[in-house]
């Protein structure tokens, strides 16, 4: 067997439990938004990439209806039948929902063992279960011989989150982890899928992630109501013209005609979602230029968006947000991912990255105890798997 330095850890552990050697070997990067948040689920625009932090899976047929699969993240083993296809509401969820849509489309799902592990944070707001979904997916397609079209893919993972998880998100996550490029971001319309590659400048700036430590759960009651406020502000519009499909087709104009006519709350949601938009576009046009003084000003513009209309924000990432931009060489940062917690993303100069690690972490954990984790990334290639 080519062993490979970069599993090395889950493939001794898979020796260790099931007393033979793996056959495949996955690698599922983890996605950063870098501008877009909350429109993606509004048949909006989003602009993410796949990152180098990932989950790394080693997998073998068992030749049963049984899988078996253990996370090196939680030390623990779970074990369920293809048969019996229940959710726990447990880690383990992600690889049943995966297996359960593959077998309702007649896809040749059997037995197998893996082992999971990785280096994505949880609950950080950079996908760790839409990179969990992918690579279980992946994994599946190798072992069993059959193959995924990209779309079918992504749509396949994303229904997985969606009816077995119960967590109603939007497509970005799964599409980024597929799709993702190294040195580019994805330019992503959320409706029409369609999709462009924009190159990231690389030479003098990198995107730095901030963990702010505070752990969120993307199935809490709040951003599913934020979901339904936007459905509220969409229908709205609608009614007064049948052709406004989504908030993606109001401008910001008529939202501003109409205020007293909404509830004061929906009126925010609709204008972060609508001026979000709008903040994707202008970026990706800065990024082409490139202006990155632009591109790092749309990201400050984001965030105080988030905060203060969309209200997804919280103490902590904006403390380090505010941090991050007292220090010298720091473009633009803003929280990055659902929000109430998780990670903050950084547009820094290369040469100040570690000044910005050690201000901001020092001046961080003085306020709240907490020693944030910093990750330097670069955009990474999508979803592969080896043979072994």
């Known amino acids: 067997m080519k062993r490979l330095k970069e599993y090395n850890a889950e493939i001794g552990k898979f020796a260790e439990l099931f007393s033979r050697n793996p056959e495949y070997a996955i690698k599922s990067p983890a996605r950063v938004n870098i501008i877009g948040e909350h429109t993606d689920y509004n048949r909006g625009f989003v602009f993410p990439a796949a990152i180098n932090c990932s989950t ?45 849509e593959l077998m309702e489309r007649d896809y040749p799902v059997e037995g197998f063992d893996a082992v ?37 893919q992504i749509k396949l993972c994303r229904r997985a989150e969606n009816h077995f998880v119960g967590v109603n998100c939007g497509i970005m996550d799964q599409f ?64 007064i013209n ?64 988030c905060k203060n209309d969309y209200e997804v924000s919280c103490k902590e990432l ?16 803003r929280m990055t991912g659902a929000g109430f917690g998780g990670c903050t993303i950084n547009l820094v100069m290369k040469n100040r990255v570690e000044e910005f690690k050690q201000k901001v972490g020092s001046m961080y954990r003085k306020s709240t105890g907490i020693r944030p984790e910093f990750f330097v990334t670069q955009p990474e290639d999508g979803v592969r798997s080896k043979k072994l």
Request: glycine content about 8%; hydrophobic content about 40%; charged content about 30%.
């Open 56 to 100: 790394l899976l080693v997998a073998a047929k068992n030749g049963k209806r049984q899988v078996r699969v253990y996370s090196t993240t939680y030390n623990e083993q779970s074990e369920f039948s293809l048969d019996k296809l229940k959710r726990s509401r447990h880690w383990s969820d992600y690889v049943k929902g995966v297996a359960k």
């Open 116 to 152: 999971i592990g990785g280096d994505i944070p949880i609950a950080s707001g950079l996908s760790s279960s839409a990179s969990l979904e992918m690579a279980v997916s992946e994994a599946c397609s190798a072992l069993f011989g059959f193959s995924l079209e990209a779309w079918e």
């Open 176 to 239: 980024s982890i597929r799709m993702g490029r190294r040195g580019h971001g994805l330019f992503l319309d959320c409706r029409s899928l369609d999709y462009e590659a924009v190159p990231i400048p690389a030479d003098e700036l990198v995107f730095v992630i901030a963990d702010s430590g505070v752990e969120r759960g993307l199935g809490a009651t709040e951003y599913h109501q934020r979901q339904k406020q936007c459905a509220r502000g969409r229908l709205f519009f609608s009614s």
């Open 242 to 305: 049948k052709s406004l499909r989504s908030l993606r087709d109001v401008e910001e104009d008529l939202l501003i005609i109409n205020r007293e006519k909404l509830d004061p709350v929906i009126f925010r949601r609709c204008r972060h979602v609508i001026t979000e938009n709008k903040r994707v576009l202008r970026a990706v046009e800065a990024l082409k230029k490139p202006d990155m003084a632009l591109f790092g000003e749309l990201m400050n513009l984001s965030h105080e968006s």
């Open 318 to 333: 904006d403390l380090l947000v505010d941090l991050a931009r007292m220090v010298p060489g720091v473009l633009g940062a």
